[in-house]
């Protein structure tokens, strides 16, 4: 009988927030069940989300990263993929690098968390230029259009894009990064995302009419988990968005939006064979 291939680890560095879904409590469990084995690497503990849950519990977990890593380097821990989420400053860029230093050839995804609407979170505006140099580093970038245009030093753009302009704007991006892919673009009714890399793409979902906290952290995650599973990043990102689209369909309308989405009853969407079976 053939040994069953081990699952991919995957590297989760990242904040914690105690309540409402997003950032470690949306990864961890969706790249679980798509059989990667995620590790845990907080950045920051926080009591909820800071997208208006009021003023959050904050805990940092400068001294702890380093520790961590230098532990899993020691137990001789072997990292297919390094996901970048989250830093809380300028310890959190650190820890990163120092993660692409001891697995040069894991592979290695930003999401580059600074903003979203046009607006810097609050904490984040110095960290645009050390977030440039660890997407040179990295092998995919995951910006939303925020994002993407403070990393680009360009002003951010409101209007609606269509197919060709959103694709043309993915490709102004192509000094920062390997690949990219470009969440969050206004398309009239829809909301779509742009890559390039080795493929350029365009993908359109309906567009949410209220504030997805965590839908990020859902995108990147289901991204990673197919291109572990050796899909095209064409076709990952296609089924991150559908999974994104159905969490939304998934969320009663009633429910708080601050507490993100009801993606857990659809969790077994992303099921598959474990690697090597």
Known sequence: MKKPKAPATVLCINDLSGAG???????LPVLAVMGCQPVALPTLLLSTHT?????PVRLGCEEYGPAALRHYKELGLEVECIYVGYLAGPAG??????AFDLWPAALKVLDPVMGDNGRCYTGMEGLAEG???LAARADLLLPNLTEA???????????AFTRESAQEFARSLAGLCKSIVVTGLPMGKYVGCAGIGREEFVLKKPYAPQPCHGSGDLFAAVLIGGLLRGNALSAAADAAAEFVSASIAATPPDAD????LWFESILGRLAGPQPGR
Request: aromatic share 6%; proline share 6%.
């Open 21 to 27: 879904r997003c950032s470690l409590a949306v990864v």
């Open 51 to 55: 997208g208006g849950l009021g003023q």
């Open 93 to 98: 860029l650190e820890l990163a690098q120092k």
């Open 131 to 133: 977030l440039r140099g």
């Open 149 to 159: 245009c403070f990393l680009a030093g360009r002003p951010y753009e409101e209007a």
């Open 257 to 260: 939006p601050r507490l993100g």
